[in-house]
Nanobody, 119 residues
């Protein structure tokens, strides 16, 4: 079955950096478009970034120039390097295989990883 395990979150001050990881199993990772999402309590889950099997990346406007999504197909892992963090980036971050448009493919989600940015 599909399993997604996110890690790397933490608490940082504004301007700091974090690197998130998501290890995926139960999917053919090297052909999957992968995506990072985030969710704040009381709000819908938001698409943050996607990366196709060929390495083409797309970012939501609020993170462009600050976040970088990447993947290591040998490790079935997708990463999110987050720089110049802002309090508005505070959320639980999740990954999931996605359509090219960013719609998550699976209803199964991992536990997520909490990112807290203080001003």
């Amino acid at each position: 079955q599909v399993q997604l395990v996110e890690s790397g979150g933490g608490s940082v001050q504004a301007g700091g950096s974090l690197r998130l990881s998501c290890a995926a199993s139960g999917i053919i990772f090297n052909i999957a478009t992968m995506a990072w999402y985030r969710q704040v309590p009381g709000k819908q889950r938001e698409l943050v970034a996607t990366i196709t099997s060929r390495g083409i990346t797309i970012y939501t406007d609020s993170v462009k120039g600050r976040f970088t999504i990447s993947r290591d197909n040998a490790k079935n892992t997708v990463y999110l390097q987050m720089n110049s963090l802002e309090p508005e980036d505070t959320a639980v971050y999740y990954c999931n295989p996605a359509t090219p448009g960013g719609t998550p493919i699976y209803a199964v989600w991992g536990q997520g990883t909490q990112v807290t940015v203080s001003s």
